[in-house]
């Protein structure tokens, strides 16, 4: 098994829906983040969270929420989807150890 | 604030050839991390090789090599004996050594490996 889960793996929504994408580790990291992928971009930080009473927002935090459930949950929502927000989403996890991201494989959203 | 930068949108390479994949980056703070990531059709992220700033001595795994220049703010990633395995997306990331711990990534190049 996967130590950063994401759900789902692909989904097509339509404008104005809410959708949740989940996130789950078995790591034992305290800190997770999400971040969105779009061609020519690069990674760009949505939200990041050190434990579980301490969210952060990234560069494009606009148009998303997050949810800390426990340390090994970290979910982002989309309360009223739009088009633009069509990309592929990453949830990472990182320890101090070794200053290394592990990534989940990767939720690709499609809205319409 | 930090930025990454990768200004080769994408490359070729020679199957068994070498190829160097650029990154510089920006920061005022003299501990940090540096990073290049894989990402192959699969999408899945992969780490390929990390540099802490303090080490003087530029990392190396296996095929996957790096010059890291600190005060030129330059981090290459070298690709020997490339294979076809090899192809797909490049990303180089930074992290500070302190504070908000966040990850700074470039935009990506591309690596095509031809047979």
């Known amino acids: 098994d996967a130590d950063v889960t994401q759900t789902p793996r692909n989904r097509i929504t339509k404008t104005g829906k809410r959708i949740m994408l989940e996130c789950s580790q078995t790591k034992g990291h305290d800190r997770m983040y999400w971040y969105r992928q779009d061609p020519g971009l690069g990674l760009r930080l949505i939200y990041y969270?050190?434990?579980?009473?301490?969210?952060n927002k990234g560069e494009i935090s606009d148009g998303y929420s997050v949810s800390r459930q426990a340390q090994a949950k970290f979910s982002l929502s989309l309360e009223s989807a739009i088009p633009n927000q069509t990309a592929l989403y990453f949830c990472?996890?990182?320890?101090?150890?070794?200053?290394?991201?592990?990534f989940g494989e990767g939720s690709r959203l499609t809205v319409l | 604030a930090q930025t990454v930068t990768q200004s080769q949108p994408e490359m070729s390479v020679q199957e068994a050839e070498t190829v160097t994949l650029s990154c510089t980056y920006d920061t005022s703070e003299s501990d940090y991390y540096l990073f290049w990531y894989k990402q192959p059709p699969s999408r899945q992220m992969i780490l390929v090789i990390r540099?802490?700033?303090?080490?003087?001595q530029n990392a190396t795994e296996n095929r996957f090599s790096v010059n890291f220049q600190k005060a030129a703010k330059s981090f290459s990633l070298k690709i020997s004996d490339s294979q076809l395995g090899d192809a797909a997306m490049y990303f180089c990331?930074?992290?500070?050594?302190?504070?908000?711990?966040?990850?700074?990534f470039g935009t990506g190049t591309r690596l095509k490996v031809l047979a």
């Open positions: 990472a996890t990182s320890g101090l150890a070794t200053g290394e991201l592990f």
């Open positions: 990331a930074y992290r500070s050594a302190y504070g908000t711990y966040k990850y700074i």
């Open positions: 540099q802490e700033a303090y080490k003087q």
């Open positions: 969270s050190f434990d579980v009473k301490d969210i």
